[in-house]
């Protein structure tokens, strides 16, 4: 499927995806804030008893019980994970990421930000005798804080420097649900894994049978999530599984559409005459009805459910998942120069732009990578700074490698105040950047 849009309507829809993204990260600032006050607040022992309460499904022999925490970081979780894997296939498909030209550059820098915060953070732990399950908590990149910090300079960044930003987060998001698959994981249930293969074989039956309605894919992926969730593979990797199997195409052509647009206007019109009342005439009733379905089968069902789940993340999940995971108890056993900490830390600060800058610009010179025309290597440096801001993922992951909860709170709180200084020290080396005359978009960096 080929896609072509105009400059101008492609730099509305990015912009528009862009700012609901940034507004996200502000409200997911704003929880993460709330969550901190609370943990240290009188309210503190509610605030974990109400985490730590049970809750569940019973339907006859099946009984599904977990803690309110668990089912925001397993069950909600997996529609973040499915609207990632809905964001990585479209920009494989049809966006940033179509091409080898295309994907080349962000992928190489993502590779930057995922290897070298890593290997800061195994040499701390190595030398200091960490722990080293914590080697993937640096390694991610949250889109929506690094964005809402990015949208605080408006235009005085190039566009395209936005744009390479979400296609690094993306790439790094991959990255991120790789790890969690391969390192993250329990001991397998292979009953359960082999029950998943034949949901899984009947998403991709679906697909190859041209079913383009949601509702079937849906249902089978919330079996899916149970099956995956029993056989011992963190449950959100469902959603990133069920993503891949959403057909992109739409059911008819956008001629198709106008031809029957055209027609059924035609015979709500007529019908016009007809009517003794308020009331809509059978004959208009059925044109409606016969728009609306048509209105349904020329969306790509991919891009319909992206789009519906993208502001349920960004105002809902994502700032719940937040204020049950950013409170941390300050106090105790905390310690941010324990070698977990410290890796955390350095891995974000140093070796999220190191990787970033540094592979890049080393790959460039070789010729094997073209960077945006319409980004300096200045900007190159203050997206690095960027990639330092790691909230979501980092934070997930850290619930995945630890299990005491000194450790943990230790690493969240390393997260945060790492997160936090990358982010004004991004804005504040961008905002001492002379202003682009303009954000001209080139081949190379465009979304769609």
Same mark, same amino acid.
């Given at each position: 499927?080929?896609?072509?849009?105009?400059?101008?309507?492609?730099?509305?829809?990015?912009?528009?995806?862009?700012?609901?993204?940034?507004?996200?990260?502000?409200?997911?600032?704003?929880?993460?804030?709330?969550?901190?006050?609370?943990?240290?607040?009188?309210?503190?022992?509610?605030?974990?008893?109400?985490?730590?309460?049970?809750?569940?499904?019973?339907?006859? %022999?099946?009984?599904?019980?977990? %803690?309110?925490?668990?089912?925001?970081?397993?069950?909600?979780?997996?529609?973040?994970?499915?609207?990632?894997?809905?964001?990585?296939?479209?920009?494989?498909?049809?966006?940033?990421?179509?091409?080898?030209? #295309?994907?080349?550059?962000?992928?190489?820098?993502?590779?930057?930000?995922?290897?070298?915060?890593?290997?800061?953070?195994?040499?701390?732990?190595?030398?200091?005798?960490?722990?080293?399950?914590?080697?993937?908590?640096?390694?991610?990149?949250?889109?929506?804080?690094?964005?809402?910090?990015?949208?605080?300079?408006? #235009?005085?960044?190039?566009?395209?420097?936005?744009?390479?930003?979400?296609?690094?987060?993306?790439?790094?998001?991959?990255?991120?649900?790789?790890?969690?698959?391969?390192?993250?994981?329990?001991?397998?249930?292979?009953?359960?894994?082999?029950?998943?293969?034949?949901?899984?074989?009947?998403?991709?039956?679906?697909?190859?049978?041209?079913?383009?309605?949601?509702?079937?894919?849906?249902?089978?992926?919330?079996?899916?999530?149970?099956?995956?969730?029993?056989?011992?593979?963190?449950?959100?990797?469902?959603?990133?599984?069920?993503?891949?199997?959403?057909?992109?195409?739409?059911?008819?052509?956008?001629?198709?559409?106008?031809?029957?647009?055209?027609?059924?206007?035609?015979?709500?019109?007529?019908?016009?005459?007809?009517?003794?009342?308020?009331?809509?005439?059978?004959?208009?009733?059925? @044109?409606?009805? #016969?728009?609306?379905?048509? &209105?349904?089968?020329?969306?790509?069902?991919?891009?319909?459910?992206?789009?519906?789940?993208?502001?349920?993340?960004?105002?809902?999940?994502?700032?719940?998942?937040?204020?049950?995971?950013?409170?941390?108890?300050?106090?105790?056993?905390?310690?941010?120069?324990?070698?977990?900490?410290?890796?955390?830390?350095?891995?974000?600060?140093?070796?999220?732009?190191?990787?970033?800058?540094?592979?890049?610009?080393?790959?460039?010179?070789?010729?094997?990578?073209? #960077?945006?025309?319409?980004?300096?290597?200045?900007?190159?440096?203050?997206?690095?700074?960027?990639?330092?801001?790691?909230?979501?993922?980092?934070?997930?992951?850290?619930?995945?490698?630890?299990?005491?909860?000194?450790?943990?709170?230790?690493?969240?709180? @390393?997260?945060?105040?790492?997160?936090?200084?990358?982010?004004?020290?991004?804005?504040? &080396?961008?905002?001492?950047?002379?202003?682009?005359?303009?954000?001209?978009?080139?081949?190379?960096?465009?979304?769609?």
């Amino acid at each position: 499927m080929r896609l072509s849009i105009s400059n101008s309507k492609f730099v509305t829809a990015i912009e528009r995806f862009l700012r609901q993204e940034s507004a996200g990260g502000v409200l997911l600032f704003g929880a993460a804030a709330v969550a901190m006050v609370v943990a240290n607040s009188p309210w503190a022992t509610h605030y974990f008893d109400a985490l730590h309460t049970e809750a569940g499904v019973i339907i006859g %022999s099946f009984h599904l019980e977990l %803690s309110l925490a668990h089912w925001i970081n397993d069950g909600l979780m997996a529609l973040f994970f499915l609207l990632i894997g809905l964001e990585i296939k479209r920009e494989l498909m049809v966006g940033e990421l179509s091409s080898p030209a #295309k994907a080349a550059f962000p992928a190489v820098a993502a590779l930057g930000g995922m290897i070298a915060p890593a290997l800061i953070y195994l040499a701390i732990n190595t030398a200091q005798g960490g722990e080293y399950r914590g080697f993937g908590i640096p390694m991610a990149t949250d889109i929506a804080f690094a964005l809402g910090f990015l949208m605080l300079l408006g #235009k005085r960044v190039p566009m395209a420097l936005k744009v390479f930003l979400v296609s690094l987060a993306v790439i790094d998001d991959l990255g991120a649900i790789l790890i969690i698959a391969v390192a993250y994981s329990g001991t397998l249930d292979w009953s359960s894994l082999g029950w998943a293969g034949l949901v899984i074989g009947g998403l991709i039956a679906l697909n190859a049978g041209g079913v383009k309605k949601l509702t079937p894919y849906l249902a089978l992926g919330l079996v899916l999530w149970y099956l995956i969730f029993q056989s011992g593979i963190h449950a959100t990797i469902a959603g990133v599984i069920l993503a891949l199997t959403i057909p992109v195409k739409q059911k008819i052509s956008s001629q198709e559409f106008v031809d029957t647009c055209k027609l059924e206007l035609d015979v709500f019109g007529s019908g016009e005459s007809q009517r003794k009342n308020i009331l809509l005439t059978h004959q208009q009733q059925e @044109a409606v009805e #016969k728009m609306s379905d048509a &209105y349904e089968s020329v969306q790509n069902p991919l891009v319909r459910l992206e789009h519906a789940l993208l502001p349920i993340s960004a105002f809902f999940i994502m700032p719940l998942f937040a204020l049950a995971n950013a409170g941390v108890a300050l106090g105790g056993e905390i310690d941010l120069i324990q070698p977990t900490a410290l890796g955390v830390v350095i891995g974000l600060l140093i070796g999220k732009p190191v990787g970033i800058i540094g592979l890049t610009f080393l790959i460039s010179k070789l010729g094997w990578i073209t #960077k945006p025309a319409s980004c300096q290597w200045r900007h190159i440096i203050g997206a690095g700074i960027l990639g330092g801001v790691g909230f979501t993922m980092s934070v997930f992951i850290t619930g995945l490698a630890f299990t005491e909860s000194w450790m943990i709170d230790s690493a969240k709180l @390393a997260i945060i105040t790492a997160s936090l200084v990358a982010g004004l020290s991004g804005v504040y &080396y961008l905002f001492r950047l002379p202003a682009p005359s303009t954000c001209s978009l080139e081949s190379t960096s465009s979304r769609h």
